[in-house]
């Protein structure tokens, strides 16, 4: 089974410092990790994923993760944040089946709601 | 390009009727997931379907069921409905998954259903 914690259901920052979001993560077999931000009644939009390769991905909007495999934790960061990015911002994990394919599921965290305060 | 579109956008329904919701996914995208999302249990994977199969489903009782056409678009039912139906339903599409890689997931702006 595949889980995913936020451990914190609410992140304040002051605009202009560094926000951090927090995620850990729990799966069998290779993980692929993706942050995902929710404005209000709109859809999830993709922020950026973990596949392969290096630790530090880069994503839309200035935002940024570090995928730790020894901690099982993927952080979203942001060196500078806005008013703008205040929003619902989820964590979601799919883990690899046998084949090296995972078949559509998502199992995503519980939010953590980020307000930027000007 | 058109990103993913769901019809209705909101929907209004009483105990024990039944549902439709549709899902038209991204030009070129044949893998199709659905979630509920709820204030108290959050997101929730109910099913995916891919060429018109069914590849993985969620803990969802019967009563959820869905379907995918050969154009990709794709379906859910929800018969008999209760009142903890009441959610905000998404639909997800994505490229064609190929060995050792994940295609992210684009999301629709859902369906808020209300069961009253």
């Excluded at chain 2, 105990?15 to 997931?33: A, E, F, M, Y």
């Amino acid at each position: 089974a595949q889980s995913v914690a936020q451990p914190e259901d609410q992140v304040n920052v002051a605009e202009g410092n560094p926000l951090t979001v927090k995620c850990t993560y729990s799966v069998s077999g290779n993980p692929y990790l993706f942050w995902y931000v929710q404005y209000p009644n709109r859809g999830l939009q993709f922020l950026l994923k973990y596949i392969t390769g290096d630790n530090l991905v880069k994503g839309s909007y200035g935002f940024e993760a570090e995928f730790n495999k020894s901690q099982t934790s993927f952080h979203l960061k942001k060196p500078s944040a806005l008013v703008s990015d205040s929003a619902l911002y989820f964590c979601a994990v799919s883990g690899s089946n046998a084949g090296g394919t995972s078949y559509g599921k998502l199992t995503f965290g519980q939010g953590t709601i980020l307000t930027v305060h000007p | 390009k058109a990103g993913v579109t769901q019809t209705p956008r909101y929907l209004i329904k009483t105990r024990g009727q039944q549902v439709t919701l549709s899902c038209s996914p991204i030009s070129g995208h044949r893998s199709v997931s659905w979630y509920q999302q709820t204030p108290g249990q959050g997101l929730q994977f109910l099913f995916e379907y891919f060429s018109e199969t069914q590849r993985n489903k969620g803990n969802f009782p019967g009563r959820f069921s869905g379907r995918q056409f050969s154009n990709s678009r794709s379906e859910m039912n929800v018969s008999t409905l209760e009142l903890g139906d009441s959610a905000l339903y998404l639909c997800a599409s994505s490229l064609t998954p190929t060995s050792g890689t994940y295609n992210e997931q684009f999301f629709g702006p859902g369906t808020r259903l209300t069961v009253l």
